[in-house]
């Protein structure tokens, strides 16, 4: 398995959280950097968050003070907490790992926020 697994996806009211997954092959230690990227129907996959092997962590300007990613470097596994939830933030979410020259992308978790 090279491919990340996400998971934790599901159905939220507006205002609600969700917290995904994403569970990482092997070393934690040898991954540049892990991202969340989210796909719309009818719109451009886009970056959420990322969080590199130093601990740093970017987001985008939509989801920041909303979204907290993290990583638990023993469980080989990154989080992304997603709070104050928006119809908006309906996508499917997609986690990549980065090492050295290549992305693993995994298949994506369904986020739907509707009431």
């Known amino acids: 398995q090279v491919h990340p697994v996400e998971s934790g996806g599901g159905l939220v009211q507006p205002g609600g959280s969700l917290r995904l997954s994403c569970a990482a092959s092997g070393s934690m230690l040898s991954i540049d950097s892990i991202s969340w990227y989210r796909q719309a129907p009818g719109k451009e996959r886009e970056l959420v968050a990322r969080?590199?092997?130093?601990?740093?962590?970017n987001y985008a300007d939509s989801v920041k003070g909303r979204f907290t990613i993290s990583r638990d470097n023993p469980k080989n596994t990154v989080y992304l907490q997603m709070d104050s939830l928006k119809p908006e933030d309906t996508a499917t979410y997609y986690c990549?790992?980065?090492?050295?020259?290549?992305?693993?992308w995994g298949r994506g978790t369904q986020v739907t926020v509707s009431s």
């Open positions: 969080i590199t092997s130093a601990g740093n962590a």
């Open positions: 990549t790992t980065h090492i050295s020259t290549t992305y693993y």
